[in-house]
């Protein structure tokens, strides 16, 4: 189920006041929203080079492990609006088209060779790289592709070149890789890996194939997690029916294309839109009028009020802490294993969706992220104290951001110490029992299973 894209938070992800904020002025109301500037966030075209925090630490910190989720890039619509020309996008890779990157054409020549990797079943069956003239629903755009490549240059120059986190005669023993079954997910965690690692190796290269978009392995099984699921639904549904502006827009629509407002409706409009919006394409027209802009704005606006009311009802939050609990315990097995010695999987990347990130930012309290854009990575960094080397941290980071002290379990950490990291244990524990106190519980099985008061 695709729940609502983006949050109403400014550039960057990040609440532009300082931490120690001043009495705010009550009187002031929030800045309006604005669903056109939302929007081209949502779509995250590559332009100008990206300033990050990742990697920053006092100089006697050493880096040992990296995690990283993404979500994967520019994507074609997985909906169509029915009686339209579908968008006219060309998904071949072209260096010389815009945009571009200096890697682009040796990643294809690379990917067109054939792979000796070790893919998990289906994964060796799907394309490592989009390739039709006219895009398929759903396929990785030439956009998608630069995104990531980009998203591999920029941790490849922090991570390899400053940290040296993987050398290079490193092993695949180092990396542990997981992406779900679309070819959009395989391709932009190869596209990543291409521009970040010390010499692409497909030897090296070990895919495992994860069937269940919040990569619950072999969790899944979660009644609760459904239940909170289905609340959420009807909240969102609830909230959708109250809005008058919203209904006379989709009734506007239905008669310019000419079919019923409930299968408009049910069309999903806002994910074909988006992507005449990202690629700059005239939006449909029909003989009968055309779909504009101010229907657009209309349906990315309630997107918005939905998900600030999505925070406060906070149903979405507790279906999020089930949701992640496999996915946040396998990170937290890793870094202990890792702060124990253990010199394997220190670089693991997760190529996923928006119904992947967006609970795993919600269960860590990161209630300031906005919604995840194409291409959104979220960092784990596991760093050693030089001084004292029993003792580790980490930094949790989102689209470059430094997040950790926006986490939940960390709040109050920075409030008395002065470190600009987060020890482990406090995420451990958080992972471990923590987030289980809001169901009464003490254990994922348990939470699972008991019924709210």
Same mark, same amino acid.
């Given at each position: 189920?695709?729940l609502?894209? *983006?949050?109403?938070? @400014?550039? /960057?992800g =990040?609440?532009?006041?300082?931490?120690?904020?001043?009495m705010?002025? &009550? #009187?002031?109301e929030?800045p309006?929203?604005?669903?056109?500037?939302?929007?081209?966030?949502?779509?995250?075209?590559?332009t100008?080079?990206e300033?990050s925090?990742?990697?920053?630490?006092?100089?006697?910190?050493k880096?040992?492990?990296?995690?990283?989720l993404?979500?994967?890039?520019d994507?074609?619509?997985?909906?169509?609006?029915?009686?339209?020309?579908r968008?006219?996008?060309?998904?071949?890779?072209?260096?010389?088209?815009?945009p571009s990157?200096?890697?682009?054409?040796a990643f294809?020549?690379?990917?067109?060779?054939g792979s000796?990797?070790?893919?998990?079943?289906?994964?060796?069956?799907?394309?490592?790289?989009?390739?039709?003239?006219?895009?398929e629903?759903g396929?990785?755009?030439?956009?998608g592709? *630069?995104?990531?490549? @980009?998203? /591999?240059? =920029?941790?490849?120059?922090?991570?390899?070149?400053?940290?040296?986190l &993987? #050398?290079?005669?490193?092993?695949?023993?180092q990396?542990?890789?997981?992406t779900?079954?679309k070819?959009?997910?395989?391709q932009?965690?190869l596209?990543?890996?291409?521009?970040f690692?010390?010499?692409?190796?497909w030897k090296?290269?070990n895919?495992?194939?994860?069937?269940?978009?919040?990569f619950?392995?072999?969790s899944?099984?979660?009644?609760?997690?459904?239940?909170?699921?289905?609340?959420?639904?009807?909240?969102?549904?609830?909230?959708?029916?109250?809005?008058?502006?919203l209904?006379?827009v989709?009734?506007?629509?239905a008669?310019?294309?000419?079919?019923?407002?409930?299968?408009?409706r049910?069309s999903n409009?806002i994910?074909?839109?988006?992507?005449?919006f990202?690629?700059?394409?005239?939006?449909?027209c029909?003989?009968?009028?055309?779909? /504009?802009m101010?229907?657009?704005?209309?349906?990315?606006r309630?997107?918005l009020?939905?998900?600030?009311?999505?925070?406060?009802?906070?149903?979405?939050?507790l279906?999020?802490?089930l949701?992640?609990?496999?996915?946040?315990n396998?990170?937290?097995?890793?870094?202990?294993?890792?702060?124990?010695?253990?010199?394997?999987?220190?670089f693991?990347?997760?190529?996923?969706?928006?119904?992947?990130?967006?609970p795993?930012?919600?269960?860590?309290?990161?209630?300031?992220?906005?919604?995840?854009?194409?291409?959104?990575?979220?960092?784990?960094e596991?760093?050693?104290?030089?001084?004292r080397?029993?003792?580790?941290?980490?930094r949790?980071?989102?689209?470059?951001?430094?997040?950790?002290?926006?986490?939940?379990?960390?709040?109050d950490?920075?409030?008395?110490?002065?470190?600009?990291m987060?020890?482990?244990e406090?995420?451990v524990?958080?992972?471990?029992?923590?987030?289980?106190?809001?169901?009464?519980?003490?254990s994922y099985?348990?939470?699972?299973?008991?019924?709210?008061?």
């Amino acid at each position: 189920v695709h729940l609502i894209p *983006v949050n109403p938070i @400014r550039e /960057g992800g =990040l609440n532009p006041k300082s931490r120690k904020r001043i009495m705010p002025d &009550l #009187l002031t109301e929030p800045p309006a929203i604005d669903p056109l500037y939302e929007a081209r966030v949502y779509c995250n075209i590559p332009t100008i080079a990206e300033r990050s925090m990742e990697g920053n630490a006092p100089h006697y910190f050493k880096l040992v492990s990296v995690q990283v989720l993404i979500r994967h890039g520019d994507r074609y619509p997985l909906y169509a609006i029915p009686k339209t020309k579908r968008p006219d996008i060309d998904c071949m890779l072209l260096p010389a088209r815009k945009p571009s990157h200096p890697q682009l054409e040796a990643f294809i020549k690379h990917m067109s060779k054939g792979s000796a990797a070790q893919m998990d079943g289906s994964l060796s069956t799907l394309p490592r790289y989009p390739s039709h003239s006219s895009c398929e629903m759903g396929e990785l755009t030439q956009t998608g592709v *630069v995104q990531h490549l @980009r998203n /591999g240059q =920029l941790l490849r120059e922090i991570y390899i070149n400053k940290h040296k986190l &993987l #050398l290079s005669d490193w092993t695949a023993k180092q990396l542990y890789l997981e992406t779900t079954g679309k070819s959009r997910t395989l391709q932009s965690a190869l596209a990543l890996l291409y521009a970040f690692l010390p010499g692409f190796d497909w030897k090296k290269i070990n895919l495992r194939h994860q069937w269940s978009t919040i990569f619950c392995s072999g969790s899944c099984d979660c009644p609760m997690r459904n239940h909170y699921l289905e609340e959420e639904q009807r909240r969102q549904y609830s909230l959708r029916v109250k809005n008058n502006d919203l209904e006379k827009v989709y009734v506007d629509m239905a008669k310019i294309v000419g079919i019923p407002t409930r299968q408009l409706r049910a069309s999903n409009p806002i994910d074909s839109l988006l992507c005449y919006f990202c690629h700059n394409v005239s939006f449909p027209c029909t003989k009968t009028g055309c779909i /504009g802009m101010e229907h657009f704005k209309v349906i990315k606006r309630h997107q918005l009020d939905d998900e600030r009311e999505r925070q406060e009802k906070k149903l979405y939050f507790l279906y999020a802490l089930l949701a992640t609990h496999p996915l946040l315990n396998q990170t937290v097995n890793r870094l202990q294993r890792i702060a124990e010695g253990k010199k394997e999987e220190v670089f693991v990347l997760y190529s996923a969706h928006d119904v992947t990130l967006s609970p795993v930012l919600s269960a860590l309290g990161v209630t300031e992220a906005r919604f995840p854009r194409f291409a959104a990575r979220l960092v784990f960094e596991l760093w050693q104290d030089g001084k004292r080397p029993k003792e580790h941290f980490i930094r949790i980071l989102y689209n470059g951001a430094d997040v950790t002290f926006q986490t939940s379990f960390c709040k109050d950490y920075y409030k008395r110490f002065s470190k600009p990291m987060c020890p482990l244990e406090k995420f451990v524990n958080f992972v471990k029992r923590d987030m289980f106190l809001v169901f009464n519980s003490t254990s994922y099985y348990d939470a699972c299973r008991r019924r709210p008061l």
